[in-house]
Every structure is written in C-alpha cells, then in structure tokens.
Nanobody, 119 residues
Framework: VQLQASGGGLVQAGGSLRLSCAAS????????MAWYRQTPGNERELVAS????????RYADSVKGRFTISRDNAKKTWYLQMNNLNFDDTAVYYC?????????????WGQGTQVTVSS
C-alpha cells in the first residue's frame, strides 16, 4: 500500500492550500480516511477524518470552519481544503487510511507534506 500526499507548500497567513492523498495497492475495505499533522516536539494530532461509506466528517476544534475534508472513493483519493491559514497551522501533514478485511485490520500512513504559513 502506498499513500502519496501532495499539495503542501509555503503560503501567507490568510491564504489557502489543498492537500491530496492518493492511495494505491489497497486490497481491503476502507473505513476512514484522515489527515493528521505534527510539529517538532509534539505528538501527531488528528486534523480531520471522513468515513468512506457515509462521508461523515470530524474536525479538530482548531480547524473547524476553515478546513474541509472530502474524498473520492472511486479514485481512493482524499483531500483537505485549508482556508484562512494561520501560523499555528504550520506543520507536516500526514494522510492516513484505516480499513479491514474479514481477517485483519489495516492502518497506513503517507510520507507527509510540509505546510508552512508565513505571517
């Protein structure tokens, strides 16, 4: 399984970025697609998640109203639209997918993409 994250970069405060995560090699039923972020010295934190089936989304309080997660099940790709970015959003963003077969559960991570917000 490979998760290819893209879309990070340098943006000014108040600007927008759209992250994408494309999954390949998946041979299990996807339950949840998610984005996490991590800054140096801190634990990885959940930013947003969305269920594959019902499209139910969850957001960290810090990004509610600014970030939107979406997915394209057919393409096994999910997105994170980030608007009104601020300095505290600077982090490495990781995509994550969880799912299962009848025999086992699966949990995979992408390589991370850097988002830097300048003041």
């Amino acid at each position: 399984v490979q998760l290819q994250a893209s879309g990070g970069g340098l943006v000014q405060a108040g600007g927008s970025l759209r992250l994408s995560c494309a999954a390949s090699g998946i041979r299990f039923t996807i339950d949840v697609m998610a984005w996490y972020r991590q800054t140096p010295g801190n634990e990885r934190e959940l930013v947003a998640s969305i269920t594959s089936g019902g499209g139910r989304a969850r957001y960290a309080d810090s990004v509610k109203g600014r970030f939107t997660i979406s997915r394209d099940n057919a393409k096994k790709t999910w997105y994170l639209q980030m608007n009104n970015l601020n300095f505290d959003d600077t982090a490495v963003y990781y995509c994550n997918v969880r799912g299962a077969t009848t025999k086992s559960g699966y949990d995979y991570w992408g390589q991370g993409t850097q988002v830097t917000v300048s003041s």
